[in-house]
């Protein structure tokens, strides 16, 4: 048993998505929302804009001399999404004026900013301060007004917004307790809200409410759930240390999920870690999880790739490819 968990462990560390290959358009698409963040910092007061910077660097894992890339940890979809929303090839859509796309690209990079920092913040792996909390007001107003100009002649485009930025707060203070993975991942949709006001605006310029933005939203969505799980099985240690209920614990019965939330005391937690892996070997659950990310991203591919979007699903279908072909389905 000792070897099955050891194997378990070493699994999860390298579990990951699969890579994808950018094109030369999609790659000047994405330089885009780096030059975002640089706007936001020279968008501060001129004493705190070198700070602001270094502190960027730093949260994106960045050091002096590197090239300035503040997304390299964010799988494609998140931004790219953008990319094939405008793209020129892409079937039926209407042309958006230049202000559209660019008023897109600014309001999703300073959600996805946000979306990670308000997670950081919240447990305490960065340290609330003058800047942070300057750095968060200041995105925060940029994105908003950047969702306004947006909105503008969309039916419902300014009720959309007030929506998703509702269920975004709303999930991420909710306490009650997620008995079921399906209840799990549908809590993450919401969490997903700042994310999705963009797309969703862009599509609704498109082709007005309709099955295609609603359908927009449960891909995008899939692939924001397949991304939180995979986190979970990568954080699974980390997890279990700090008592974080993933979608790991989740899967526990009752008794066991006891047992992981007694592993912040230093007294029983060796023997409680050790049985609650064995549980989590017996029972197949990390294969579980893997069968659910596999079927979220299958799920967005076919969702996509109904409207034409082929370059937009062979993404999906890229990230899929280990856990597909690690037998996680």
């Not at 405008?86 to 039926?92: A, E, I």
């Amino acid at each position: 048993m000792e070897d099955k968990i050891i194997s378990c462990l070493s699994r999860c560390a390298q579990t990951d998505f699969g890579s994808t290959t950018l094109s030369k358009s999609e790659k000047a698409f994405y330089e885009r929302f780096n030059g975002e963040i640089l706007s936001l910092c020279r968008s501060l007061p001129d004493s705190v804009q070198t700070d602001s910077l270094l502190f960027l660097m730093q949260y994106s894992g960045l050091s002096l001399g590197d090239e300035l890339d503040f997304f390299s940890n964010y799988y494609p979809p998140s931004w790219s999404i953008l990319y094939w929303l405008s793209n020129d090839d892409t079937p039926d859509a209407k042309r958006f004026k230049k202000r559209d796309v660019t008023g897109a690209v600014t309001a999703q990079s300073m959600a996805m900013f946000l979306h990670s920092l308000d997670d950081h913040l919240t447990d305490h792996q960065i340290s609330v301060s003058p800047l942070t909390l300057l750095l968060r007001s200041q995105a925060w107003t940029i994105m908003n007004r950047a969702f306004c100009n947006l909105a503008e002649g969309v039916p419902g485009g300014k009720r959309t917004v007030r929506h998703f930025i509702a269920e975004y707060y709303s999930s991420v203070q909710d306490s009650k307790e997620l008995d079921s993975i399906d209840r799990y991942c549908d809590a993450f949709r919401g969490q997903m809200g700042l994310g999705m006001i963009a797309p969703t605006l862009l599509s609704m310029k498109m082709k007005g409410v309709s099955d295609f933005t609603r359908d927009l939203q449960m891909a995008y969505g899939s692939f924001g759930i397949a991304w939180r799980l995979l986190d979970d099985i990568k954080d699974m240690g980390d997890d279990m240390e700090k008592g974080a209920h993933s979608a790991i614990y989740v899967y526990l019965p009752e008794k066991v999920r006891a047992h992981w939330n007694t592993l912040r005391d230093r007294g029983p937690a060796r023997a409680a870690k050790r049985g609650i892996l064995i549980h989590i070997v017996e029972h197949g659950i990390i294969d579980k999880i893997r069968a659910r990310i596999w079927a979220e991203l299958e799920t967005a591919a076919a969702m996509v790739e109904a409207y034409g979007l082929k370059g937009f699903g062979q993404e999906f279908r890229c990230l899929a490819q280990p856990i597909r072909n690690s037998g996680g389905h």
